[in-house]
């Protein structure tokens, strides 16, 4: 896979566990670490 | 990460973490571990796959890396419990900068393979310090 160091953020809305959708743009402005979990275990 | 939350806070670090399994086990998740940042459910791995998030080979999932992870963690007296769920799915970490643009971008190989927090936690200082 090529690094996509340069991109824009991928587009996304997704909910959190208590139901809060959460997309890219609402970092905007601020740095953002998103951790890709393998399985939870 | 969780050990350096008092870094993160300070430099106004976002972290959202993000897993491909149900919602059930995800709350779970979060019940057992006290997790402070939001978990994102991506059940379809849509956002897995844009970031190049593939499946594992065996060997890579059950290599000496991961067992020495496992004896780490066995070590700080963490309990092991039998890998549910997908083990196959990789994980990875996708730093973002404030102008909406991948700043690291990393698939990790198998499940010890990580970046380092400490190089993550720099690239931020870096970027913030490159927009002044």
Excluded at chain 2, 76 to 93: A, E, N, S, V
């Amino acid at each position: 896979m090529k690094s996509q160091v340069g991109s824009p953020a991928v587009a996304f809305a997704l909910a959190d566990t208590a139901g809060t959708v959460h997309r890219v743009e609402q970092f905007r402005g601020r740095w953002l670490l998103m951790v890709f979990h393998r399985h939870l275990g | 990460m969780r050990r350096h939350e008092e870094q993160v806070e300070k430099l106004g670090l976002e972290i959202a973490v993000v897993t491909f399994e149900a919602r059930e086990r995800a709350e779970e998740y979060v019940r057992e571990t006290g997790l402070r940042w939001p978990l994102l459910i991506d059940r379809r791995r849509g956002l897995y796959s844009a970031y190049g998030m593939g499946r594992g080979r065996w060997s890579a999932i059950w290599g000496p890396a991961t067992w020495w992870v496992y004896i780490q963690l066995i070590g700080r007296g963490h309990r092991l419990k039998r890998p549910t769920g997908d083990i196959h799915q990789l994980g990875g970490d996708v730093l973002v900068d404030p102008a909406g643009r991948v700043a690291l971008h990393h698939v990790g190989k198998g499940p010890a393979d990580r970046p380092a927090i400490a190089a993550l936690l720099e690239r931020v200082r870096q970027g913030q310090r490159d927009s002044r």
